[in-house]
């Protein structure tokens, strides 16, 4: 079963207070959503914004597209959310609608969650009135039938169930049981690869179930930018996507890797390294923070700045707290005034106070 089609991509927008209201502007800086909401949630492809018990939803644009109302409260994602209505038989049971509130998915479930890489976890009674739960595709066919205890969190179109004991299996798009022999726990996907335990010792399976890194390490990280972080004698290095050492276990601390570089730390030094594990970068700061969108956070006398791939300072430390730039923007805030900077070190937008 193929999961959802790709869909055009969401605008990214960022969120903004004034006090414990909630609201947002987009990349040129601009207010679409008022702060005016106690609750706001982005999705697919509506925005949720609720006042008091009362929820509607906007699109990326800040128009109402669907009035306040009480009987939609979650968010969408992939297009649907999980809504209350009425079966053949007049019961109340969950099913799901799009954003123009259209039924997709027939009501009949106690328990519904959004969809996730195609997915959704749901719940039903059984003969018994034991809640147990199962998945469906966004056609609502059974991908896992609900035989299940408790599922967790899914990822990658990898399911998993736990058991007694806490014992976890993996379940493919098919249903197929996927979980390695030797294998008691699983972690969620990342790059195609998911962590999976035998004791003590981590290594990784593909989302068929082959075990393509067997466990060897006493710690290891999901997969960033091609690379596993792994902990080995009270040192941090790193392994490719095939279990092969691509930077040997030499470091007193380690980030993932970020568009190609690792912030580690060799004593009290803080460098970057390439996926060779060569020096690229030793920036002068009192903490340094990991790159993304070509520049990192460093602090220097208290103040946060940013520096490129260079070590060249491109905005001078002045901000009292700085997050990473993402989709074009950065967080700030400088004394009392917050708000978000582009990366030439302009606001796009600030607080008022």
Known sequence: MAARAAVAKLPPVFSIRDGDLLGLINVDGHVIVPPEYEELRTGDPLILVRKSA??????????????????????????????VMRDGQ???????????????????????????????????????????????????????????????PHSGGVLRSEGKGRVIRAYGRDGRDITPAGIDFVGIESEGLVRIWAGRQQGF??????????????????????????????????VDRVGKIAVPTRFDAAEDFSEDLALVKEGESSLFVDKQGKTVLRPEAD???????????????????????????????????ARPFKDGLAFVTHGRTSGYIRPDGSYAWRSER
Do not use: C
Not at 54 to 82: K, N
Not at 122 to 141: C, L, M, N, P
Not at 288 to 307: M, N
């Open 90 to 152: 007049g019961k109340s049971r969950l099913g799901y609608l799009d954003s123009q509130r259209r039924t997709v998915i027939e009501p009949g479930y106690l328990h519904a969650d959004s969809f996730v890489d195609g997915l959704a976890i749901v719940g039903s009674e059984d003969a018994w009135g034991a809640a147990r739960f199962g998945a469906i595709d966004r056609k609502g066919h059974w991908v896992l039938k609900p035989v299940h205890e408790k599922l967790l």
């Open 205 to 238: 399976m593909n989302a068929r179930g082959d075990v393509v890194i067997p466990p060897r390490f006493s710690l290891a990280s999901e997969f960033r930018d091609g690379m596993s972080r792994i902990h080995e004698g009270g040192k941090y290095g790193f």
């Open 287 to 321: 903490r340094t923070y990991p790159f993304s969108q070509g520049l990192a956070v460093v602090r220097r006398a208290g103040r946060h700045g940013y520096i490129d791939r260079t070590g060249r300072t491109v905005i001078e430390p002045q901000f009292s707290f």
């Open 54 to 83: 009362r929820v509607a939803y906007v699109d990326y644009e800040g128009h109402m597209v669907i009035a306040p109302q009480s009987d939609l409260t979650r968010p969408f994602a992939e297009g649907l959310t999980p809504a």
